[in-house]
Structures are given as C-alpha cells and as structure tokens.
C-alpha cells in the first residue's frame, strides 16, 4: 500500500473539494476530519470518504455552500437545521453552540437535522473536552426503510451502524474518549476491509441468507446481507442500545426514524455537553481521572496482550505514528482518488 505524507492529502483533498465548489475554509475543515480519523487508525471515517462526499455532492445530497439555520432555541436546548451544508461544517457549528450553552448553564443539547455525514464523531465530543467540558453524541442515519444493521434475531438490516460518542478531559496528554457504534462493526470499517482485501472477523456480517460470513463482498451483494448488532452471543444489547441512539438522535432532532419512507430531513444528530466546573472542581475532576487510568492499566495483561490501554490512548499512540510515518492507502483506493482527482482537473 502507497504510504503518503499527511500535508499531500491534505492539499490533495482541499484541492479536489474547492473543484467541487466548496469555500475554501469548509474544504480545508473537512479534509480536516478526514485525516484526522486516517491519523487516528479509524480509516473507515478517513480519506476513502472523499469518494462518497464527491458523489453526494454531484447528486445535489450535500450543499457545500448552504447555510445553518436555528429552528428553535431556550436557554440550553437549540435544534439546527444543517439545510444539507457539510455534515463535519454544521456539525462543528453544533457542538460549539452546545459549548457556549454549557457554560452559561451548566449542561446543554443542540441537536441537527437534515444533515449529510458528519465523520466520525469522536472528532466533536473532543472539542468539548478540550474546554474542560465532556462531551456526548448520537446519530441516526437515514436509509428509507432499510438499513445494514439487522435487529436481534433478525436476517434483514432494519438499523444503520447508529454511532454513540463521549469524552472528557484526563489532564494527561489524551482525552478519555469513546468512539462506538451499537454494531459490531460501522458500515465503513466492514467497506475499508473490501477496499484491502482482508476477510473480516468472525461474526461481523452474514449473507442475505442469514448465514455468517466473512467475505465483505457476501454484505454488499446483491442481495444485500447484513452487520450484526454489537455483542456476539448477547447481541440483544447492541440491539436495545441501536434503538436508544436511533430515538434520541432521530426522534429530538425532528429528522425522522429510520423506519420512515420519506426523509425530507437527512441524518439526525444530538450533542450534549457537561460543564464540569458546574459540578466539581476541575483540577479534581482531572486528578480522579488519572487515577483511574492508573488503577485500570495496572491490570496484569491476559495472554496475547501487552497491556491495558484505556479508551482514547490507542488512538493517540496511532496519530503520533501515522503523524511521523504518512498515511497508508489501499492502492485501489489511491487509484480511485486520482480518478475522481483528474476528472475535476486536479494534479495528483
């Protein structure tokens, strides 16, 4: 796979965004996100969305120049129209709003409608971290009665891999952070597998005949197959806990269930952000934190592991490698980026 220096695809994928007609700060802030999860190891949500934000543009599903509109607003709730702007523009505007909320009132939900894809949303709760805040998300995704994720028991997808996400600050060099979907695994991790080749762990998707499978290409069909819900053998709970993340995200932000055939209004989104000065004092918040991680990590490492790392440090550890080294991509997908590069008139 071709290794590549961050600041090219970053200039690369500003480049190719401004050909498509985005302003110049919401290509840059987008192709952001996107190197960001690469740098992260979450190459799922990383420079192989280009492809699919290009083509949602062409089809008129992303507007890059649209403007955020509020549609309601009290002293710690807001509901924002993202009128199909760049999901990771609107949802930046978002999560600020929640910010500013927070620390006039203590806590605060903003939720957003009408949304294209956001990225990965560990990239929002960690701006309220680094305001000494901590920081939740919920989203749904639109599929108009379909969906990839199939339910408990079932054989066909009803849910989409509905993405939870929280952080907090540590007082170490990285945030706590938690990054999950209410599947085994997000829908772009399972096509990152297809793009590489690799079959998939065991008890990821099954065929469209409900049977498990490890070939990638077995999910995407036709006839689709499906994820399966977080949990392995008590997947139930994946299960309960996709229609919780569907019903908050969905049902607050007015943008509709996945179960509705007509989605006037896109991708549901829901931020909810904890002032914790308005509870304990920071400084402590922070030291108990630490302590935690020490007392967690102290764990003697079972067979196969060489130690315990706690949620946000892979991550950390992976950027400050992948920062050093470049950003490897599967040579199918570097030759479909120079594709989509030379077809709107940018040099690779």
Not at 80 to 89: E, I, K, M, S, Y
Not at 212 to 230: C, H, K, Q
Not at 252 to 262: I, M, P, Q, R, T
Not at 319 to 326: H, I, V
């Amino acid at each position: 796979m071709p290794k590549i220096e961050v600041e090219r695809l970053r200039q690369l994928g500003t480049a190719i965004l401004d050909a498509l007609g985005s302003p110049r700060e919401r290509s840059a802030w987008v192709v952001e996100t996107l190197l960001r999860s690469n740098l992260a190891g979450h190459d799922s949500h990383g420079f192989m969305r280009l492809l699919q934000y290009a083509a949602q543009v062409r089809e008129g599903h992303i507007e890059p120049a649209a403007e955020i509109t509020t549609l309601r607003e009290t002293g710690a709730a807001a509901l924002l129209d993202a009128q199909r702007a760049w999901g990771q523009v609107a949802a930046r505007q978002a999560m600020k709003r929640a910010i500013e909320m927070a620390a006039a009132n203590g806590i605060s939900m903003v939720a957003l409608r009408n949304c294209p894809h956001i990225g990965r949303l560990g990239e929002y709760v960690l701006i309220a971290a680094e305001r000494d805040m901590i920081g939740t998300a919920f989203v749904n995704s639109q599929t108009g009665g379909n969906g990839s994720v199939v339910p408990w028991g079932g054989i066909q997808g009803r849910f989409t891999p509905t993405p939870l996400a929280f952080a907090a600050p540590s007082g170490l060099d990285w945030h706590v952070l938690v990054d999950i979907t209410a599947s085994v695994m997000p829908e772009g991790k399972v096509r990152d597998h297809l793009y590489r080749g690799v079959l998939l762990p065991e008890d990821v998707i099954i065929d469209a005949k409900g049977n498990s499978t490890r070939d990638a290409n077995e999910f995407y069909g036709p006839p689709m197959g499906g994820i399966l819900p977080l949990g392995g053998p008590v997947g139930h709970k994946g299960y309960a806990l996709g229609v919780m993340i569907e019903m908050l995200a969905g049902g607050l932000s007015s943008a509709g269930y996945v179960s509705e055939a007509v989605l006037a209004h896109g991708n549901g989104v829901l931020f909810q952000v904890m002032n914790i000065a308005a509870f304990e004092d920071v400084c402590n918040f922070k030291r108990r934190t630490r302590q935690l991680v020490e007392h967690v990590k102290s764990s003697r490492p079972r067979a196969g592991f060489d130690e315990v790392l706690f949620p946000g440090e892979p991550e950390y550890r992976t950027s400050l490698r992948r920062q050093r080294d470049g950003i490897e991509l599967p040579v199918s997908l570097w030759e479909a980026i120079g594709e989509l590069a030379a077809d709107v008139g940018v040099d690779l």
